[in-house]
Nanobody, 126 residues
Framework: VQLQASGGGLVQAGGSLRLSCAAS????????MAWFRQAPGKEREFVAA????????YYADFVRGRFTISRDNAKSTGYLQMNSLEPEDTAVYYC????????????????????WGQGTQVTVSS
């Protein structure tokens, strides 16, 4: 499955953005999906994950109820709604897809994902 992330941009602290991840190729509904991010000079980190049927949702601790991951399999698209953004959220955000990741903590690790989007820049100004 090919992924394309979009929706990033420049926003003031406290603002909101909605990222989208459009999938093409293989059946999107067969894949678990996640969002990761990478800030300058830092390693890529897990943000949120969602199972194929949306029955399981997982978030990094730093999300603190501010972000919501979702998906629409009919549209082959995943989403990350980000509210109450902070300057520390500034990063390139990547969507990723893989299979059989909802076991233990497999969904947290980027090397378990087989398909990646190109990334979308999110910049939060103070």
């Amino acid at each position: 499955v090919q992924l394309q992330a979009s929706g990033g941009g420049l926003v003031q602290a406290g603002g909101s953005l909605r990222l989208s991840c459009a999938a093409s190729g293989r059946t999107f509904s067969r894949y678990d999906m996640a969002w990761f991010r990478q800030a300058p000079g830092k390693e890529r980190e897990f943000v949120a994950a969602i199972s194929r049927s949306s029955s399981r949702l997982y978030y990094a601790d730093f999300v603190r109820g501010r972000f919501t991951i979702s998906r629409d399999n009919a549209k082959s698209t995943g989403y990350l709604q980000m509210n109450s953004l902070e300057p520390e959220d500034t990063a390139v955000y990547y969507c990723a897809a893989g299979q059989d990741l909802m076991y233990g903590s497999r969904y947290e690790f980027d090397n378990n994902y087989t398909n990646w989007g190109q990334g979308t820049q999110v910049t939060v100004s103070s």
